[in-house]
């Protein structure tokens, strides 16, 4: 297996434009699991699903982010529109059981 | 919720001495507890885990230690090497009851000087 693949990799893009970020977990993995990444605040859990259904949004910062998980091969996370502050990396996860989580590579997000 | 305190923040050891990484955590039902490595620009990647009917586990240079009692649980790396530099992250959770959503510590700086 590949991995998490997510994409793209980076993105720059101007203040008020919608951003969509996906990833594809590692097959057979049952949890999925969005995070941001910044200096100031560390590692966070912005959203995670078991067998594609959201668990828990409550680190979703605000309306303007949005994760859908179609199918157990497909997830995206939205923010829309992008603000400044929105800039971080942000990491996919899957994991088997909820233990041990495989991170992909990251997308890097710069909103100008 | 959990919350998760790990110190020290930065930690900087000469090639070949140890170095140690501590972190507490609050939720008493918490049972499991990872520990990721994440190189500078890279992802975050589980070095070891541990479960909490174990004390104490090991991995060649690695080893973790957990105090249930106490609320805490310890990364212990001998005889560094200048490829341990990284940031480490400790985690809790709460299997299966909250699978999957761990809590991160906010992550140590160490750099091994060679």
């Known amino acids: 297996d590949a991995g998490v693949i997510q994409s793209p990799r980076h993105e720059v893009t101007e203040m008020g434009q919608e951003v969509t970020l996906r990833c594809k977990p590692i097959?057979?993995?049952?949890?999925l699991f969005w995070y941001r990444q910044t200096m100031m605040r560390g590692l966070e859990l912005l959203i995670y699903?078991?067998?594609?259904?959201?668990?828990?949004d409550s680190g979703m910062p605000e309306d303007r982010f949005s994760a859908k998980m179609p199918n157990a091969s497909f997830s995206t996370l939205k923010i829309q529109p992008s603000e400044p502050r929105d800039s971080a990396v942000y990491f996919c996860?899957?994991?088997?059981?909820?233990?041990?989580?495989?991170f992909g590579q990251g997308t890097r997000l710069t909103v100008v | 919720g959990e919350n998760v305190e790990q110190h020290p923040s930065t930690l900087s050891v000469q090639e070949g001495d140890s170095a140690v990484i501590k972190c507490t955590y609050s939720?008493?039902?918490?049972?499991?507890f990872p520990w990721y490595k994440q190189e500078l620009g890279k992802r975050p990647q589980l070095i070891i885990d541990?479960?909490?009917?174990?004390g104490e586990k090991k991995d060649q240079r690695i080893a973790v230690t957990l105090n249930k009692t106490a609320k805490h649980f310890s990364l212990h790396i001998t005889e560094t090497q200048p490829e341990d530099s990284a940031v480490y992250f400790c985690?809790?959770?709460?299997?299966?009851?909250?699978?999957?959503?761990?809590?991160f510590g906010d992550g140590t700086t160490l750099t091994v000087k060679p």
């Open positions: 939720d008493s039902a918490s049972n499991y």
């Open positions: 699903f078991n067998n594609n259904v959201p668990i828990d």
């Open positions: 541990i479960r909490s009917n174990v």
């Open positions: 097959s057979g993995h049952d949890y």
């Open positions: 985690a809790a959770s709460t299997q299966p009851v909250n699978a999957g959503k761990s809590t």
């Open positions: 996860a899957s994991s088997f059981s909820g233990y041990e989580a495989f």
